[in-house]
């Protein structure tokens, strides 16, 4: 498709509502990260909490730590993390896996690097409808080779979530998400179908892309991208370099949210009977008496 039928790519393109400097802040102990989402110029984008580009190298990292009421997606663009959590999973996940962590009603786990330098990675937190928030933790697991991709003209895919190119990710998503790796090459372009009702974003990792319209200022690495409604996002690599960016969607909630750090719920006083569920462990929370994890 050229540029110059760009416009028939879809009957509403999407275009971009918001830019926001993805700005690195301290976390965790030790740790480094970019937040594009979560931060006081985008609170959210239901149904997203946060969208973290993080660094960490030993002795940083992000020890014991709770979560209830959403999920957490963590892809690894270098080095690698080491998880473990009170119910005695533990694994390692490297450049190109993905873990898609649902706390539910609630887990205690460390997220550790795994090697010397340069453990880079994004992580994404989707909030879980009002139904799901007290389900049994779950997780989905998938190592590089078992992430969908696919090529055409120079652009290449990774379907973390939802489909691209014709190819479908395995992941089951609780709440409907789309969640897209991009690689464009020089002089490349690409029309990228969105659910209409959903909201979608960008992240920007690497080089630099014209986003929305052609007419449109190129976007540089680290910025989210919030996207107006419609049914598809159209990207050109104008660039001499590649360009890397995530491309996510979800179908919003639209339920009330109410945060605590590391605690989503509805209202309130849910929120106060997790901080107590926590505090006495009980409700999810029972093996916090006893679990350390192991260094």
Same mark, same amino acid.
């Given at each position: 498709?050229?540029?110059?039928?760009?416009?028939?790519?879809?009957?509403?393109?999407?275009?971009?509502?918001?830019?926001?400097?993805?700005?690195?802040?301290?976390?965790?102990?030790?740790?480094?990260?970019?937040?594009?989402?979560?931060?006081?110029?985008?609170?959210?984008?239901?149904?997203?909490?946060?969208? $973290?580009?993080?660094? =960490?190298?030993?002795? !940083? #990292?992000?020890?014991?730590?709770? @979560?209830?009421?959403?999920? /957490?997606? *963590?892809?690894?663009?270098?080095?690698?993390?080491?998880?473990?959590?009170?119910?005695?999973?533990?694994?390692?996940?490297?450049?190109?896996?993905?873990?898609?962590?649902?706390?539910?009603?609630?887990?205690?786990?460390?997220?550790?690097?795994?090697?010397?330098?340069?453990?880079?990675?994004?992580?994404?937190?989707?909030?879980?409808?009002?139904?799901?928030?007290?389900?049994?933790?779950?997780?989905?697991?998938?190592?590089?080779?078992?992430?969908?991709?696919?090529?055409? $003209?120079?652009?290449? =895919?990774?379907?973390? !979530? #939802?489909?691209?190119?014709?190819? @479908?990710?395995?992941?089951? /998503?609780? *709440?409907?998400?789309?969640?897209?790796?991009?690689?464009?090459?020089?002089?490349?372009?690409?029309?990228?179908?969105?659910?209409?009702?959903?909201?979608?974003?960008?992240?920007?990792?690497?080089?630099?892309?014209?986003?929305?319209?052609?007419?449109?200022?190129?976007?540089?690495?680290?910025?989210?991208?919030?996207?107006?409604?419609?049914?598809?996002?159209?990207?050109?690599?104008?660039?001499?370099?590649?360009?890397?960016?995530?491309?996510?969607?979800?179908?919003?909630?639209?339920?009330?949210? =109410?945060?605590?750090?590391?605690?989503?719920?509805?209202?309130?006083?849910?929120?106060?009977? /997790?901080?107590?569920?926590?505090?006495?462990?009980?409700?999810?929370?029972?093996?916090?008496?006893?679990?350390?994890?192991?260094?």
């Amino acid at each position: 498709m050229s540029q110059s039928d760009h416009s028939s790519a879809f009957t509403t393109p999407r275009l971009v509502l918001k830019k926001v400097l993805a700005k690195s802040q301290h976390e965790g102990d030790g740790a480094v990260v970019r937040r594009g989402i979560g931060r006081s110029e985008l609170k959210n984008l239901d149904p997203f909490l946060m969208l $973290d580009h993080f660094s =960490v190298s030993p002795p !940083a #990292g992000f020890p014991d730590h709770p @979560h209830r009421g959403f999920e /957490t997606v *963590t892809y690894m663009l270098e080095g690698g993390i080491t998880h473990q959590d009170f119910a005695g999973h533990k694994g390692t996940i490297r450049k190109g896996d993905v873990q898609w962590m649902t706390a539910g009603r609630g887990i205690i786990h460390s997220e550790m690097p795994a090697e010397a330098n340069n453990n880079k990675g994004l992580q994404l937190w989707i909030n879980l409808s009002s139904r799901d928030k007290m389900m049994e933790p779950n997780y989905q697991e998938l190592p590089s080779e078992n992430i969908p991709r696919a090529e055409k $003209d120079g652009v290449e =895919v990774r379907v973390i !979530a #939802g489909e691209a190119m014709g190819v @479908h990710s395995p992941v089951y /998503t609780r *709440t409907p998400t789309m969640y897209l790796v991009f690689c464009m090459m020089p002089g490349t372009q690409w029309h990228q179908r969105i659910p209409e009702s959903w909201n979608a974003f960008v992240y920007t990792i690497e080089g630099e892309g014209v986003f929305g319209c052609p007419s449109s200022s190129p976007t540089v690495a680290h910025h989210v991208l919030v996207l107006s409604q419609g049914d598809g996002l159209s990207v050109w690599n104008n660039s001499s370099k590649p360009l890397r960016f995530v491309l996510i969607g979800g179908q919003p909630l639209n339920e009330p949210v =109410v945060q605590y750090g590391p605690f989503v719920m509805n209202t309130q006083s849910e929120i106060e009977k /997790t901080i107590e569920d926590y505090h006495y462990g009980r409700n999810g929370f029972e093996m916090s008496k006893y679990w350390m994890s192991q260094q």
